[in-house]
C-alpha cells in the first residue's frame, strides 16, 4: 500500500510551525509593547511641557503710533507665595516694522518694602541674516526674554515691575506690547 507523502507530517515540521505562530504571536506583542511605551512618552512629555506653573504672565498694550521714550510700562504682580523658586520673563511682541535686532530695556523691580532692583538690559531679537526670534503669531513675534532665574520673593504683597525701552528713539515703532511672565522654578529646571 503506498503512503502519500503530502499528508505525512514530519515531527520537525510541527516543531516549525508552532515555533513560527510563536514568534508571530510574540512579533506583535513586541510591536503592541513599543507602541503603548511610544505613547505614553509621548503623553508624559506633553502633560509636562502644559504643566508649568505660571504664577503671572499680563502684558501692556502699546501705542501704534510707536513705544514712547519717556513711557514707563508699570505692572503690579501680586505676590502670595513666598516659598518658591521663581523665573522671571520680560514679555515683548513686535511686528516686522520694528527697526533692529535688538533691543534695550530699563527693568525696574520693587517690593512691597520699597527695595528695588534694577537693571538695563540688552535683547537679541533677530539672527545676523534678520530671521525674528520668538514665537511667530500672524503679523507679531511673541519673545519670552529671561529677566531674572532663582529668584525668592521675601515678602509677599504687590511688586511692581517698571519697563522703559532705552533704544534713543522718541517713538519706537513696531512694538505691540510689553509685560512680565513669572513662572515657578527656574531656567536650569528644564
Known amino acids: 500500500m503506498a503512503t502519500d507523502k503530502r499528508n505525512k507530517i514530519s515531527p520537525a515540521s510541527i516543531f516549525f510551525s508552532k515555533s513560527n505562530r510563536v ?3 510574540f512579533d506583535r506583542f513586541s510591536k503592541f509593547v513599543k ?32 513705544w514712547p521714550e519717556n513711557e514707563v510700562a508699570t505692572l503690579k504682580v501680586p505676590v502670595a507665595e513666598t516659598l518658591s523658586h521663581c523665573t522671571i520673563f520680560v514679555n515683548l511682541r513686535h511686528n516686522d516694522n520694528y527697526l533692529y535686532d535688538n533691543i534695550f530695556l530699563e527693568v525696574i523691580a520693587v517690593s512691597p518694602t520699597g527695595a528695588r532692583v534694577a537693571d538695563t538690559l ?69
Request: aromatic residues 12%; neutral net charge; proline residues 4%.
Open 23 to 25: 514568534l508571530r504571536s
Open 35 to 66: 507602541a503603548t511605551q511610544l505613547f505614553c512618552l509621548l503623553a508624559g512629555c506633553i502633560f509636562t511641557a502644559c504643566s508649568t506653573p505660571v504664577l503671572f504672565d499680563e502684558n501692556i498694550d502699546i501705542s501704534q503710533a510707536g
Open 122 to 190: 540688552e535683547y537679541r531679537l533677530a539672527d545676523e541674516r534678520g530671521k525674528w526670534f520668538g514665537k511667530p503669531g500672524g503679523q507679531w513675534y511673541d519673545c519670552r526674554l529671561p529677566f531674572r532665574s532663582d529668584v525668592q520673593f521675601l515678602v509677599s504683597g504687590n511688586y511692581l515691575f517698571h519697563i522703559r525701552q532705552l533704544m534713543r528713539q522718541e517713538a519706537l515703532p513696531g512694538v505691540g506690547s510689553v509685560g512680565i511672565r513669572i513662572e515657578r522654578g527656574t531656567m536650569n529646571d528644564e
